[in-house]
Structures are given as C-alpha cells and as structure tokens.
C-alpha cells in the first residue's frame, strides 16, 4: 500500500506499463500532473500541437508494437487530440490518451476549458474513462492499457479531473485486477471451423490469400508464409498489410484495391476462392461490391467479430486470432503446385510490366514514382517510411519494396493528412536505431509542419521526402480524371522549404534533377539530425491504375503506354 | 424482422449513452429500449428491439459485446422467450361508455388504476400484438394520453444466461487478446 496523490499515481501506474516515453503539451487542468511528472523515469516530448501528440503515440506504437502514450489538457488540448484518436481507431492502433479535466465540482458549469471530452470521443475510442477520484487513478490506467492492446487494438482516453490529480490516496497494486468481459472471445452457433476451412483451401483451384494488417497485429506473419508456400496460394496485401510479407516473396503479388496493381485485382475478381486475413473488405480494396469477386467463396478471419459478414458475405467466417487460426489450418493443408493459376496471374503481370513508369523513359522530368524507387534503392529497402496521405503515399506503396513488418507506417482507414511528420517522430522515437525517412506531400506537409520543432528539440536523427507537385495532387487528379480538370482549390503554394528547413536548424536541399536525387539522399542519411529534400515533382502526374471509387474493381483506369498494348480482360 | 436482444451491462455513469451511441453510428434503429436494475447488485439489464435481418443481428451482437461495460447479449428472437409491454392508456369517458371500456378491460385482463368523472386511467399488460389490438378497440371511445414501456423480455425455461464477468488475474488478461507485445 502506497499514499501517493492522484497525479503521482498516474506517473506510477504508467512505469509500472512499462512507459518511457510520452508525448503531450501542458496546460491548466494537467498541471498537477505536470508537476508530479518530474519525479518519475519518463520522458516528455513536448509537441507543439496536441493532433501531433497523438500521432506520435499513434507511431510509435505502430513502429514498435507498444501502446503510444500522449497528454493533454482539457478543452482545447482535449478537442485536439480528436483527429490523432479517430486515425487510430480506423488503423487498429493501441494508444493511450490522457486529458485533464476541470475539477468534478466545475463539470457541467461550462467553466474555464471545459469539453464533455469522453461525450465527444465516445464513437472514435475503444473505450474512455472519466475519473473522479483519486483512488480511481491507478486501476483505470491499469485497465486502460489492457483494454488498448487486447483483441482488436485501438485508442483508450482517460480524462482526469483536476482534484483527483490533487487528492491524496492509498494504492494497492496488487489489488488492482481489471474486470474485462471476456465472453466476445466465446465461439458462437454459426462461426466458421477450421476444418471448413481447410476443405475449401484443399478444394481451391484458384485460390488468393488477402492480408491485411491483422498479420501484423498478430504476429503470424510466419503462418501466413507457411500457408502460402505449402499450399501455393499466392497473396495480395491490402495498404496496411504492406510488410506483413515480404515483398520480394515470389507468391507475394503486391497491393490489391484502388491503387493496386491491375494483375492484383484481376487476380481477384478470377479467383475461385478468396482467404481473407486480418482485413476488413474496406470499399477502398473492393470496388463496387456488387461485382466483387462473384466467382469467389470467401473465408474470412479477423479477431473482430463485428467485421465478418459486414462488407462482403463469407462462406466461412472464423471469429479468431489470426495466428492460432491459420496455425490451425497448416497440418491439414494438402500441397498442390496449381501452377496453371500462378501462370495466368504471370500473364497478367507482363501485361502491367510494358505501363510502369519505372520501365518508361523519364524525358528529363522527375516523377515522384521515381524518386520513390531510387528511396528504396538507396535505403536498401532498409527504412522505416512514414507517409502522408495522398499521391506519394500511393506511390510509396507501390514503389518501395518494404520487406519487414512495421516498416510502412501510414494512415490507411481514415486518410489523415498531416499525419506523416510527428508520427515518425513517434517511430523514431520507438526505434531510434532504425532510419526513418518521412514522405509526404506538400499539402500534407504545410498541416503539421510546427512539429520540426519538435524534433529539433529532441534532437533526433530524421529524414524527410517532400514529393512537391504544387498541387493536392490526389484531389487534382480526381478533378482531372472527374471533373474535367476544373482545379477547385487544388493547387497550393508553400514556402521555400529549405529556406523553412534552416530557420529550424535543419539542413535542407532542393532536387528538380532526376540526376541529383541520390546525391541528396546520401547527403541527408549521412547527415545527423533533421534533414529534408524537397523534391519538385512533376505536376500534373497521376496514380496508376485507378478504380474509380464504388467502380467494378477490374475496370481500372490505366496509365496511358507508349508501346502498343494487347488489351487484357483487365480493360 | 425484429431482434429482441437482453444485454446485462454493469450499472455505471454513461452506459445507455454508450450503447445508444453503437446504434445510431452503425444505422441501426431502435424500436423500443428499456433498462432496469436485475437482481445483481451493480448489474443492469437492457432489454434492445431492432429492426434487422440475421445478418446485421450477429454483427449488432458482435458490437455490443465490443462494449466495455457490456457484460452479456443474448438474442432471445432466436430461442422461446416471453416479451411484454405494459400500457398506461387514459380515456375520456363516463356514463353509458364507461360500462362498456370497464367490460374491454376485463376482456383484455388489464386494470383500471384511476377514475375521475370524465376519464379512466387503465394499465395493460401483454405482448405488443395484445396492447395494439386493445388500443384499436378503446380509440372509438376517446384515447386521451398513451404512454408505454417498450417491451420487456426473457427466455423461457431454466436456461437462465449466466453472468460473465468472470474475474481473471491481470497477467492472463495480457495474454487474451492476440497482440504481440
């Protein structure tokens, strides 16, 4: 039993989560836990906008497996933190956040930076949390931390009034045991069975393993190669699920969907059977379901029951931890070699092969899908990218070959732009012994770029890839492929990026040149501390393919080629 | 057609807001919700009635039990379960008329709880299909005011559900879910 007040039993119960690291911005009603900060083995990034704080929890968890931790204050602080919060929720990632609130008295009084922050968070957490009291403090972050991590990850805020900051209580540690409700774990009438399972794989002529971030999550990343090999069924990763296989596995296809590779979604809408892992048949991966994989039966696992038979109806629905799923499946798997399926998607693959830009000749222009390749040539697939959202994020799926989990780190489900610059100070952070590069738009770029501070600040060892087109490229492209390229509010200026870079004390460095582009990113890895490129992309360029959104998913818009092309079932 | 779930969620600041908030972001529709102490201390019940097809009940459950505070759901349209609503129905009659409605009440086995001189209140007891069917036959004689439960419900015979807040050690609990650490 330990006498400790509110805020001294918020640092305490954090230690004992094994927390090093949090990232916040103080203010009146956190104070008093501020003030108790300083007496615990902890480090405080200070961010300098409290969205940042919970995108660099958001990182650091997503780069190192461990919940992010961020701080703020009521009000405003609180409200902040919104976008941070729902960006987790869509992507699955366990945070916790914590706020101040007004003392328990003043709730309800519209006083001095008062949020009903738990009211406003209530649809985008797995769970948040008032506390009132003191005693309150320890257990809730006890729970709040198992309530993030387990089952399906996700965010978790703790709102900490004022005066259970500044009461006194008596902790019992041992005495704190969480009271989850473990029955959503239960097998239900109706679910799916591995046996069932295994028959339709065995039965499979053409069969298309679909992995998302659930691999990851998971940890059964080996399994998913094992069921891969043994059964020879190739695999096609969702945005998310980039990493979880390597890239350069022969029976990895690449990314499905809207930005997919056509032979990828071709791929899919010919299979006879789909196995779904740790996915969740978002709209951005399927197209108009109404013509989605008709051909297909469909077997789905995901740990949340609540995503099986959502999107897309499944034959065989397995509510599951995706590792004990599939590792039940391996010893029935029957070996078949169905070469005839692995050479029709090789037919599709050389159809695609004569479009890539990296196969076309570059005309003295710098295309961002170059700059990526010559990233990934140059970091030897090495690094840890943090993207934004848009173009290069898209292109970065495609051209960087990421052959570790946990190595893209984006914002897939709710699209933040913004996102990129303080997550991967977060995943820096995480693993500082890993380079990290950022890449992001100069859209994205302009919304969160007060975190250089940051990182200045922190003095970490970070690179960042503006892919600058002078455009909200995606955006562009849809008002040019949709809206008869009438460029409502699309193009965009910024500063000069370098000159920015230097008024930050980082070194900065401009490439129009495909010629140059190694030359600046050697430069910037060898550089210790924040480096940033600013790449002047070419303007009006495009991402291919395209399934125009709520399209037929193999009815993609594809990149216009200078070589004649024998049209493919794909057109 | 309709779903009638028993949800058993622990008694705390916020509950109904949470669950209600589940249905309204994922289109859901609720008919009627009723929720009330049960015999456990700390645990309430919620009786839920959802338009929805077989599909869309199993993901409802689903999400329910992704509800912290949410302890146990039963769906009890897929097993023998008796549901009722209780109706309290003021009618504005007297004299010749009042004989008649004192006659319905007695067909209908429900109760006159108040009478003044120009209005009976009365309290019906039944499943829904009882309750409309005895509104149908009083609105000739003048409803003034309507007020209902929303239905209650619970499975017939012994298969009472049992309560799953099972207490686990923390270190276990870390090692339920699938997230490799």
Same mark, same amino acid.
């Given at each position: 039993?330990?006498?400790?007040?509110?805020?001294?039993?918020?640092?305490?119960?954090?230690?004992?989560?094994?927390?090093?690291?949090?990232?916040?911005?103080?203010?009146?009603?956190?104070?008093?836990?501020?003030?108790?900060?300083?007496?615990?083995?902890?480090?405080?990034?200070?961010? #300098?906008?409290?969205?940042?704080?919970?995108?660099?929890?958001?990182?650091?968890?997503?780069?190192?497996?461990?919940?992010?931790?961020?701080?703020?204050?009521?009000?405003?602080?609180?409200?902040?933190?919104?976008? /941070?919060?729902?960006?987790?929720?869509?992507?699955?990632?366990?945070?916790?956040?914590?706020?101040?609130?007004?003392?328990?008295?003043?709730?309800?009084?519209?006083?001095?930076?008062?949020?009903?922050?738990?009211?406003?968070?209530?649809?985008?957490?797995?769970?948040?949390?008032?506390?009132?009291?003191?005693?309150?403090?320890?257990?809730?972050?006890?729970?709040?931390?198992?309530?993030?991590?387990?089952?399906?990850?996700?965010?978790?805020?703790?709102?900490?009034?004022?005066?259970?900051?500044?009461?006194?209580?008596?902790?019992?540690?041992?005495?704190?045991?969480?009271?989850?409700?473990?029955?959503?774990?239960?097998?239900?009438?109706?679910?799916?069975?591995?046996?069932?399972?295994?028959?339709?794989?065995?039965?499979?002529?053409?069969?298309?393993?679909?992995?998302?971030?659930?691999?990851?999550?998971?940890?059964?990343? #080996?399994?998913?190669?094992?069921?891969?090999?043994?059964?020879?069924?190739?695999?096609?990763?969702?945005?998310?699920?980039?990493?979880?296989?390597?890239?350069?596995?022969?029976?990895?296809? /690449?990314?499905?969907?809207?930005?997919?590779?056509?032979?990828?979604?071709?791929?899919?809408?010919?299979?006879?059977?789909?196995?779904?892992?740790?996915?969740?048949?978002?709209?951005?991966?399927?197209?108009?379901?109404?013509?989605?994989?008709?051909?297909?039966?469909?077997?789905?696992?995901?740990?949340?029951?609540?995503?099986?038979?959502?999107?897309?109806?499944?034959?065989?629905?397995?509510?599951?931890?995706?590792?004990?799923?599939?590792?039940?499946?391996?010893?029935?798997?029957?070996?078949?070699?169905?070469?005839?399926?692995?050479?029709?998607?090789?037919?599709?693959?050389?159809?695609?092969?004569?479009?890539?830009?990296?196969?076309?000749?570059?005309?003295?222009?710098?295309?961002?899908?170059?700059?990526?390749?010559?990233?990934?040539?140059?970091?030897? /697939?090495?690094?840890?990218?943090?993207?934004?959202?848009?173009?290069?994020?898209?292109?970065?799926?495609?051209?960087?070959?990421?052959?570790?989990?946990?190595?893209?780190?984006?914002?897939?489900?709710?699209?933040?732009?913004?996102?990129?610059?303080?997550?991967?100070?977060?995943?820096?952070?995480?693993?500082?012994?890993?380079?990290?590069?950022?890449?992001?738009?100069?859209?994205?770029?302009?919304?969160?770029?007060?975190?250089?501070?940051?990182?200045?600040?922190?003095?970490?060892?970070?690179?960042?890839?503006?892919?600058?087109?002078?455009?909200?490229?995606?955006?562009?492209?849809?008002?040019?492929?949709?809206?008869?390229?009438?460029?409502?509010?699309?193009?965009?200026?910024?500063?000069?990026?370098?000159?920015?870079?230097?008024?930050?004390?980082?070194?900065?460095?401009?490439?129009?040149?495909?010629?140059?582009?190694?030359?600046?990113?050697?430069?910037?890895? #060898?550089? #210790?501390?924040?480096?940033?490129?600013?790449?002047?992309?070419?303007?009006?360029?495009?991402?291919?393919?395209?399934?125009?959104?709520?399209?037929?998913?193999?009815?993609?818009?594809?990149?216009?080629?200078?070589?004649?092309?024998?049209?493919?079932?794909?057109? | 057609?309709?779903?009638?779930?028993?949800?058993?969620?622990?008694?705390?600041?916020?509950?109904?807001?949470?669950?209600?908030?589940?249905?309204?972001?994922?289109?859901?529709?609720?008919?009627?919700?009723?929720?009330?102490?049960?015999?456990?201390?700390?645990?309430?019940?919620?009786?839920?009635?959802?338009?929805?097809?077989?599909?869309?009940?199993?993901?409802?459950?689903?999400?329910?039990?992704?509800?912290?505070?949410?302890?146990?759901?039963?769906?009890?349209?897929?097993?023998?379960?008796?549901?009722?609503?209780?109706?309290?129905?003021?009618?504005?009659?007297?004299?010749?008329?009042?004989?008649?409605?004192?006659?319905?009440?007695?067909?209908?086995?429900?109760?006159?709880?108040?009478?003044?001189?120009?209005?009976?209140?009365?309290?019906?007891?039944?499943?829904?299909?009882?309750?409309?069917?005895?509104?149908?036959?009083?609105?000739?004689?003048?409803?003034?005011?309507?007020?209902?439960?929303?239905?209650?419900?619970?499975?017939?015979?012994?298969?009472?559900?049992?309560?799953?807040?099972?207490?686990?050690?923390?270190?276990?609990?870390?090692?339920?879910?699938?997230?490799?650490?």
């Amino acid at each position: 039993m330990e006498t400790m007040t509110g805020a001294q039993a918020l640092w305490a119960a954090l230690v004992r989560e094994g927390v090093t690291e949090v990232f916040g911005y103080p203010g009146g009603a956190i104070l008093p836990a501020y003030d108790a900060m300083l007496g615990f083995p902890i480090h405080h990034v200070l961010v #300098r906008h409290e969205q940042g704080a919970t995108h660099m929890a958001d990182g650091y968890a997503r780069a190192s497996g461990r919940v992010g931790v961020a701080i703020a204050t009521s009000g405003p602080g609180a409200t902040n933190m919104v976008t /941070g919060i729902a960006t987790a929720m869509l992507d699955s990632v366990p945070i916790v956040c914590i706020t101040g609130q007004v003392g328990s008295k003043l709730i309800g009084s519209d006083a001095f930076q008062e949020t009903d922050i738990t009211g406003i968070t209530l649809p985008i957490t797995k769970h948040n949390y008032l506390v009132t009291r003191a005693e309150d403090v320890a257990p809730t972050i006890r729970e709040a931390f198992l309530v993030a991590k387990s089952g399906r990850p996700g965010p978790v805020l703790v709102d900490i009034t004022k005066d259970a900051q500044t009461t006194t209580c008596d902790v019992d540690w041992d005495a704190i045991v969480p009271q989850l409700n473990e029955t959503m774990d239960d097998e239900l009438p109706g679910d799916g069975t591995a046996a069932e399972a295994v028959k339709l794989i065995n039965a499979a002529e053409r069969p298309l393993i679909l992995a998302g971030h659930g691999v990851t999550l998971s940890g059964a990343e #080996r399994e998913i190669i094992t069921l891969a090999e043994k059964a020879q069924v190739p695999i096609a990763m969702t945005l998310l699920g980039i990493g979880g296989v390597p890239a350069h596995h022969p029976l990895n296809l /690449g990314m499905m969907g809207m930005h997919g590779e056509a032979w990828v979604n071709t791929a899919i809408q010919e299979a006879d059977l789909l196995i779904a892992l740790g996915m969740r048949f978002d709209d951005r991966v399927t197209g108009n379901l109404r013509t989605y994989a008709l051909n297909a039966k469909k077997i789905h696992v995901d740990i949340d029951r609540a995503e099986l038979n959502k999107n897309v109806r499944v034959d065989v629905a397995i509510a599951k931890d995706l590792r004990t799923a599939v590792g039940e499946w391996l010893p029935k798997l029957v070996p078949t070699p169905r070469q005839a399926w692995l050479a029709r998607i090789n037919e599709l693959k050389g159809d695609s092969a004569v479009r890539d830009i990296q196969n076309l000749p570059d005309n003295g222009h710098l295309y961002a899908a170059h700059v990526i390749n010559d990233l990934w040539r140059l970091t030897e /697939g090495n690094a840890v990218v943090v993207t934004d959202v848009g173009q290069h994020q898209m292109w970065e799926a495609q051209y960087y070959k990421h052959d570790s989990p946990r190595s893209l780190i984006t914002s897939g489900g709710l699209g933040t732009m913004g996102f990129a610059l303080p997550a991967a100070i977060g995943a820096k952070m995480a693993c500082p012994d890993k380079e990290v590069w950022v890449v992001v738009g100069d859209g994205g770029f302009q919304m969160t770029m007060c975190e250089l501070a940051t990182a200045v600040q922190e003095g970490l060892d970070l690179n960042i890839c503006i892919v600058n087109n002078g455009y909200l490229g995606m955006v562009r492209q849809w008002q040019e492929f949709f809206y008869e390229k009438r460029y409502a509010a699309t193009p965009i200026t910024g500063p000069d990026f370098v000159k920015l870079a230097e008024a930050f004390g980082i070194w900065g460095k401009t490439v129009d040149q495909r010629a140059d582009v190694e030359n600046a990113v050697q430069n910037a890895r #060898r550089h #210790r501390g924040v480096s940033l490129i600013d790449f002047r992309v070419e303007q009006e360029d495009s991402v291919y393919p395209m399934v125009p959104a709520g399209a037929d998913l193999h009815k993609m818009i594809r990149r216009p080629s200078p070589h004649p092309i024998v049209e493919t079932a794909a057109d | 057609m309709t779903h009638t779930f028993a949800v058993y969620v622990d008694n705390q600041p916020g509950v109904l807001n949470r669950v209600a908030s589940l249905f309204r972001r994922r289109a859901f529709n609720i008919e009627s919700l009723t929720v009330g102490h049960t015999h456990e201390p700390g645990m309430s019940r919620m009786t839920i009635v959802v338009d929805t097809d077989e599909y869309g009940a199993r993901r409802l459950e689903a999400n329910l039990y992704k509800l912290v505070p949410v302890r146990r759901v039963e769906n009890l349209s897929v097993r023998p379960s008796i549901a009722r609503d209780l109706a309290l129905i003021k009618v504005n009659v007297s004299g010749e008329n009042r004989v008649q409605v004192m006659q319905l009440v007695d067909v209908y086995r429900a109760k006159i709880v108040d009478i003044s001189p120009e209005s009976l209140v009365i309290e019906a007891t039944g499943n829904e299909g009882k309750i409309e069917s005895f509104l149908e036959v009083l609105k000739p004689y003048g409803i003034s005011e309507l007020v209902r439960t929303g239905i209650v419900a619970m499975a017939r015979g012994t298969g009472a559900p049992t309560r799953a807040a099972t207490r686990v050690a923390a270190d276990v609990q870390d090692n339920l879910g699938s997230y490799s650490v």
